[in-house]
């Protein structure tokens, strides 16, 4: 089991928007910040999204993030076909006293 | 440029230990803390354990807790994993990622397998 909880996959077509949430608890989600990362096949994981809302330098707009209480959520806007990849949700957790992950959410463009 | 290169992975036997390295270069290493983040194939990412800027706290997963130890050489920029008693379910890619915001960068990774 994973300490955060995020669908196993979702899909959407070229120029659609699509959501990803992210349901933690107490420990990690409702009292920490949470971050966002992709990771392309065979490569590593990508910072995409940080302190819950923030977008690196370099990271389009069309990606944003929110948390509200224990979930949060990554939205992708006008969805392209590299964005087909796996996204994880990630929050510092108090009582693992380590970084919880979600299982990740396999994206693909249809 | 900021960047993150393991090494260190290979087949081991059940039981057997392995060292992993991560040298780190472009950013003053000695300011930040350090993490260890695996991913077995397939499989999603699970933190492992980090490791404070100076090296006098560390945290562990309770998966490898007692087997595996984190540690860093500020002097020459590298993080260490070392990994003791390892089982079938530590065979992982392993990350090294700094941690500033969040973690960021990560390593490339290098791979470990467990052989039973």
């Known amino acids: 089991q994973s300490v955060l909880t995020q669908p196993p996959s979702a899909s959407g077509t070229p120029g659609q928007r699509v959501t990803i949430s992210c349901s933690g608890s107490?420990?990690?989600?409702?009292?920490?910040?949470v971050n966002w990362y992709q990771q392309l096949p065979g490569t590593a994981p990508k910072l995409l999204i940080y302190s819950n809302n923030q977008r690196p330098s370099g990271v389009p707009d069309r990606f944003s993030g929110s948390k509200s209480g224990t979930s949060a959520s990554l939205a992708i806007s006008g969805l392209q076909s590299e964005d087909e990849a796996d996204y994880y949700c990630?929050?510092?957790?108090?009582?693992?006293?380590?970084f919880g992950f979600g299982g990740g959410t396999k994206l693909t463009v249809l | 440029e900021v960047q993150l290169v393991e090494s260190g992975g290979g087949l081991v036997q059940a039981g057997g230990s392995l060292r992993l390295s991560c040298a780190a270069s472009?950013?003053?290493?000695?300011?930040?803390?350090m993490h260890w983040v695996r991913q077995a194939p397939g499989k999603g990412l699970v933190w492992v354990s980090r490791?404070?800027?100076?090296?006098?706290?560390?945290s562990y997963a309770d998966s490898v807790k007692g087997r595996f130890t984190i540690s860093r050489d500020n002097a020459k920029n590298t993080l260490y994993l070392r990994m003791n008693s390892l089982r079938a379910e530590d065979t992982a890619v392993y990350y090294c990622?700094?941690?500033?915001?969040?973690?960021?960068?990560w390593g490339q990774g290098t791979l470990v397998t467990v052989s039973s």
């Open positions: 990630a929050a510092w957790d108090d009582s693992l006293n380590g």
């Open positions: 107490s420990s990690n989600i409702g009292s920490n910040i």
């Open positions: 490791i404070n800027s100076d090296g006098s706290s560390t």
């Open positions: 990622a700094r941690r500033g915001m969040a973690l960021d960068p």
């Open positions: 472009g950013f003053t290493f000695s300011s930040y803390w």
